[in-house]
């Protein structure tokens, strides 16, 4: 695991989020995975978000699918692992993240959702989606994907 550094103004505690890796079967070929891309830099992620009232973290997971890319699906009771991050937060600061990470069976992917025309959307191969992410504890969850 990363050390985080604290500069002037961070947040010293560690925040969780909720994570979605979404996943379609791709035949004989195994599964793809959904990447989108974030609304401030134009990276490949996983859709996350804070955690939300009256929700556990697979439905926290699912919701903030849809939000961010139109996944409409069934997602995994318990997470298949985490990984952590720096969030830039709007002052500068960086917020140190644990990202709970729940496998999302897709069944559909909806034309319209709240953030669609502020992200793209793109379906990868697992070994092609690690390559295409910046975290390395997500890049392993990616590539070594297999749901159950």
Known sequence: MKKVELGAGA????????AALCYRSAGKDGVE???ITSRDTGRWIIPKGWPMKGRNGSE???REAFEEAGVEGKPAATPIGV???DKVLDNGA???CIVSVFPVKVSKLRKKYPEVGQRTRRWF??????????EEELRALLANFAPA
């Open 83 to 85: 990984y952590s991050y």
């Open 60 to 62: 926290t997971a699912l």
């Open 125 to 134: 191969k697992p070994k092609k989606a690690a390559e295409k992410v910046n």
């Open 94 to 96: 960086l917020q140190p």
């Open 33 to 35: 995975i959904l990447l």
């Open 11 to 18: 947040p010293q505690e560690t925040q969780s989020q909720f």
